[in-house]
């Protein structure tokens, strides 16, 4: 309701600070995704698809080039996590999103770390927006494989690759959802 509002009101310095500065409490990202698409709506969706895409990609081939055998581990507990979940959407996304946030961390790049944990809120509402689309917990589970398979072998250019494809799918199952076309 923020994000309509402040489009209808002409109030779009909204949307530029909260681009600006990451901020992305859930009830702005919880605006752009729901009720009637306006101008600012739609440019929030494309931004908050291309702001994860390009953190998730750069983390992904850093932790290929700096895990450890004890960091593997851990996205394998997490990856287990997902799978484990079944039908509790919390869960599931939770466990998701600690893949991501320990892919930064492995990264050991702190403004990698900083820009996810700050859209935290906005990943959570999509992930959980997007879960009821038929194959998604399957295909993500299977995106999540293949990054976490490039990591473990240490191929920054195939965890690029994997991380770029999950994004690119998450993405869709998100406009899906929306009804926006792909």
Do not use: Y
């Not at 851990?74 to 079944?86: I, K, P, Q, S, T």
């Not at 509402?125 to 997007?130: A, C, N, P, T």
């Amino acid at each position: 309701m923020a994000m309509r509002q402040a489009s209808e009101n002409g109030l779009e310095p909204l949307r530029v600070l909260a681009s600006a500065t990451w901020v992305w409490p859930s009830s702005i990202a919880r605006a752009a995704f729901s009720g009637t698409p306006t101008v600012c709506t739609v440019s929030c969706r494309a931004s908050v698809s291309s702001a994860p895409t390009m953190q998730a990609m750069v983390s992904a081939r850093l932790a290929a080039e700096r895990a450890t055998d004890e960091d593997v581990a851990r996205l394998e507990e997490h990856l287990r996590d997902m799978r484990e979940a079944g039908g509790d959407v919390k869960a599931f996304v939770d466990a998701d999103i600690a893949f991501h946030l320990e892919c930064a961390n492995i990264a050991r790049n702190t403004v990698l770390s900083d820009i996810l944990h700050s859209i935290r809120a906005l990943l959570q509402v999509w992930m959980e927006r997007v879960n009821d689309i038929e194959g998604t917990v399957t295909g993500t589970l299977c995106e999540h494989d293949a990054v976490l398979e490039a990591i473990r072998s240490r191929d920054p250019e195939a965890a690029d690759r994997a991380m770029a494809e999950h994004m690119r799918m998450a993405s869709e199952r998100l406009q899906t959802s929306i009804g926006d076309p792909a």
